[in-house]
């Protein structure tokens, strides 16, 4: 490994047993076939730092949600070598509640999030029940509260966060939905958190008429 390549690791928190009617906006109510939900953290390991992409959410958010929770998101990092308390950067690809969740997880890293992002999640958007169900006002006010302790780097479309590391601003799901881009010892690899859940959002937040947005999805899909 060299110092601008990295290795990463999926870390399976949490699961959810639905059916694809419950998947997705306006679907077919008859559609009782199975579509499973797996969460994830990603912990980017390199020679010489760790990154995180998207923090999860905690066993109380899994029962208020009505989700699976495996084990915490600590436990899995700690398992694989990674203390929390040492990660300097974590990249939220959204501020939806499985993302962003975990707030005290990492008391020492700067967090990288879109402009967009945090706009959307903090403006008129949020004055629509659909758009803000998968939101958590908790999650939100403590990127506020780390934006005013100076723990908040903003990126406005592409930016690097270290050699080997960049994140790409793609949107559809939410305004500011971000992937990352990673350099590995076998080439170049895309974490793209929910990338393929795409939802049309005008820029002024009318109500939503669903469209086909990408080969994978054809309707807004929930987390």
């Known amino acids: 490994m060299t110092a601008d390549t990295y290795e990463i690791y999926a870390v399976r928190y949490a699961h959810h047993h639905r059916l694809a009617r419950e998947s997705f906006l306006a679907a077919d109510p008859h559609d009782d076939s199975p579509m499973p ?11 010489n730092r760790t990154l995180i992409l998207d923090t999860g959410f905690d066993e109380a958010m899994a029962k208020k949600r009505k989700r699976e929770f495996l084990r915490a998101p600590r436990d899995g990092l700690l398992a694989i070598g990674v203390d929390p308390a040492t990660v300097g950067d974590v990249i939220i690809s959204h501020m939806h509640y499985d ?3 975990n707030r005290d997880l990492f008391p020492n890293a700067t967090y990288h999030l879109q402009d967009r992002e945090m706009a959307f999640c903090t ?3 949020m004055c629509h029940p659909q758009l803000r169900r998968s939101f958590e006002e908790d999650d939100v006010s403590a990127m506020v509260g780390r934006l005013f302790a100076g723990r908040v780097q ?3 479309g592409t930016g690097e966060i270290a ?3 960049t994140v790409h601003h793609v949107g559809g799901h939410t305004d500011g939905l971000q992937v990352m881009r990673v350099k590995t010892q076998r080439g170049w690899v895309v974490l793209a ?3 393929s859940h795409s939802t049309p959002i005008s820029s002024r937040c ?10 994978t999805c054809s309707k807004a899909s929930r987390p």
């Open 163 to 165: 050699p080997g590391i």
């Open 99 to 101: 993302h962003a969740g």
């Open 206 to 215: 009318a109500p939503m008429r669903w469209s086909t947005m990408s080969a």
């Open 37 to 47: 939900l797996d969460y994830f953290v990603w912990a980017i390991v390199g020679e």
């Open 123 to 125: 403006g008129r958007c």
């Open 154 to 156: 903003f990126h406005d």
């Open 193 to 195: 958190a929910d990338a």
